[in-house]
């Protein structure tokens, strides 16, 4: 269940309320135009010791330029081997996927090139633990050879004030809370501007109400930037509350089943949460959820009987 | 006259206190100190219990006592042989387990990083390693032109096998997030190995390297004593535990063994120091 953020303390919260209220000029330009995502047919075939897995089945999807889309789907699906297929990880065995009407991957090109245009935040983290968050933070345009060292870094300073985080630049990952460690991956995916962010499922181990700061902290960071975000969640409420439309996923091999828009305004904030609006929505989404997650429950039980 | 007035509120500024008295402050050098006076007392009483109470100790009762072997360290370490033999282990120590990571570490990232070079390498690397260095000492003293040769090779293989497999399990290990994200973000292969794999694999670097000190110290004695501790003049602490075991000197031998331990804690320490000097992110664990 999403909390409501009113009335709570914690050294998370003063720090984001400190953000909105002493922000700096944004660092980033916002970007509607760019980040179309198109998916068409894919099909992805894993085949480990020659027995195949079906992940996706012709899958197709598109996503609008600055579009919030949130995927969600039963544990296993095939939510993150399309994100790994967008970021460049795996390849597709069919099908094309679209960047800006640019050929990611498709026929004869099964793999996409990796690139700074499409930044994923990963599941588990994965800042480097052996440098500060301030170096995580410039470490991308420093290795495209963009910027000189002290540049990237000076940049990273603004960008991680902005996000709250300036107290905590020098710090290692190690030494700073999960919900900051996490704002920080997605300045450093941000510094890159990209042209996509790739969240799979980042707020997963995060107790409730670090997670309603990571949301708040979400919707400045897209409200000031307007990049498009494909956002893989379980969390339903989550998925209505920060998307603009959210994509249930079929059990494997993933389809998409149904989508949902969420035609609500932005900027929002957690009064939405206690409208009948959003409380609809939610049923709306749960409904198609939950007879997919009967499938796969019962497609497990086979698998084990 | 004049008096300061103090505020009954105000709390006294808290003293400050060199790093020696930080240290000494520790209740944790307290215990270990407590625990090696605790020993040596224990050992000192049981060696001298048949000569205080007529009745001998199994075993302990045989060993020289600590007084014995203190009046004996005071003796040895006036004689310039003890110092070369430190001296010389030291060297040979120093020596191969340096050329184990010099050679080491690289053929164990490679080993890490490049499949052609593992399918090449690894399958006779595997077939060496289980022979144990001692095994090697025959064919070492034939192979190699000096005797000082042959216990330097025969150290630099204590070490080299354990920096190789804990390099490449550290490497190998290493989470595939941190090489996707630097990927992302436009990390070149040598980028990647710079900046990801090797600082990634340092923690193992250092643990291979505290594991090979350790077996260095073991075969570097053992070398010695089997070949007659080279050359030199001094012989290495090995060469000295020997020849003090062959004239009967059981406390030399004592003073040879505390020797080698502190030796082996020096030779620690400093690794430990390097360890956490490199790596501040470990500190925090």
Request: proline share 5%.
């Amino acid at each position: 269940m999403m909390p409501s953020a009113a009335g709570s303390h914690t050294e998370e919260m003063t720090k984001s309320d400190d953000t909105m209220t002493n922000q700096k000029k944004p660092v980033l330009s916002a970007a509607p135009t760019k980040g179309a995502i198109s998916i068409r047919n894919v099909t992805k075939i894993y085949d480990p010791e020659g027995v195949n897995v079906m992940a996706v089945d012709d899958c197709s999807l598109e996503i609008a330029p600055g579009e919030v889309c949130m995927i969600v789907g039963p544990s296993g699906c095939g939510k993150t081997t399309l994100l790994n297929t967008i970021a460049g990880f795996h390849s597709i065995t069919s099908g094309e996927i679209y960047l800006d009407g640019e050929l990611l991957c498709g026929p004869g090109k099964p793999l996409a090139d990796q690139g700074a245009d499409r930044m994923v935040v990963f599941q588990n983290g994965a800042l480097f633990p052996w440098k500060t968050l301030l170096d995580n933070v410039a470490y991308g345009p420093v290795v495209q050879g963009i910027m000189a060292k002290n540049e990237a870094r000076d940049k990273a300073q603004d960008m991680l004030a902005e996000a709250g985080l300036a107290d905590v630049a020098k710090k290692f990952p190690g030494e700073v809370s999960s919900g900051m460690a996490r704002r920080a991956e997605i300045v450093r995916a941000l510094i890159n501007e990209p042209k996509v962010l790739l969240l799979d499922e980042p707020y997963r181990a995060m107790d409730a109400l670090t997670k309603s700061i990571m949301h708040e902290s979400l919707l400045e960071v897209y409200d000031r930037t307007k990049v498009t975000i494909f956002f893989i969640t379980h969390d339903l409420e989550e998925a209505i509350f920060l998307g603009d439309r959210v994509v249930v996923m079929t059990t494997r091999p993933a389809r998409t089943k149904k989508i949902v828009e969420v035609a609500i305004e932005r900027p929002r904030d957690y009064t939405l949460l206690s409208s009948e609006e959003f409380r609809l929505l939610v049923e709306e989404t749960k409904g198609a959820v939950h007879e997919e997650a009967i499938k796969a429950f019962e497609a497990g039980e086979r698998e084990l009987a | 006259m004049s008096e300061a007035v103090q505020s009954p509120h105000a709390a006294p500024a808290p003293a400050k206190r060199s790093a020696l008295q930080r240290l000494m402050a520790q209740k944790t050098i307290w215990r270990g100190i407590a625990a090696i006076l605790g020993f040596i007392v224990f050992w000192e009483v049981c060696s001298q219990f048949k000569g205080w109470f007529g009745i001998e100790i199994w075993w302990i009762g045989k060993v020289a006592p600590p007084s014995l072997v203190l009046a004996t360290w005071i003796d040895v370490v006036q004689r310039p042989g003890y110092w070369e033999s430190w001296y010389l282990s030291f060297m040979r120590v120093f020596l191969g387990f340096m050329i184990a990571q010099v050679i080491g570490i690289p053929f164990g990232l490679a080993l890490a990083v490049n499949k052609y070079f593992r399918d090449i390498f690894f399958p006779p690397f595997e077939i060496l390693r289980p022979i144990p260095p001692l095994a090697w000492v025959p064919a070492s003293i034939i192979f190699w032109p000096t005797t000082e040769l042959s216990i330097t090779f025969v150290t630099f293989l204590g070490a080299f096998f354990t920096i190789v497999i804990n390099v490449l399990g550290g490497a190998r290990t290493i989470d595939i997030q941190y090489l996707r994200a630097a990927q992302s973000m436009g990390a070149s292969q040598w980028d990647l190995f710079r900046r990801i794999i090797l600082p990634g694999t340092l923690p193992s670097i250092f643990t291979g390297a505290a594991v090979g000190m350790g077996i260095t110290w073991a075969v570097v004695l053992a070398a010695e004593m089997i070949s007659g501790g080279g050359q030199q003049s001094g012989g290495g602490l090995g060469f000295f535990i020997w020849s003090s075991y062959m004239g009967g000197a059981m406390e030399q031998v004592i003073v040879g063994m505390i020797s080698i331990g502190i030796a082996g804690y020096l030779s620690s320490s400093l690794i430990r120091y390097i360890g956490v000097t490199s790596m501040p992110w470990r500190r925090l664990f």
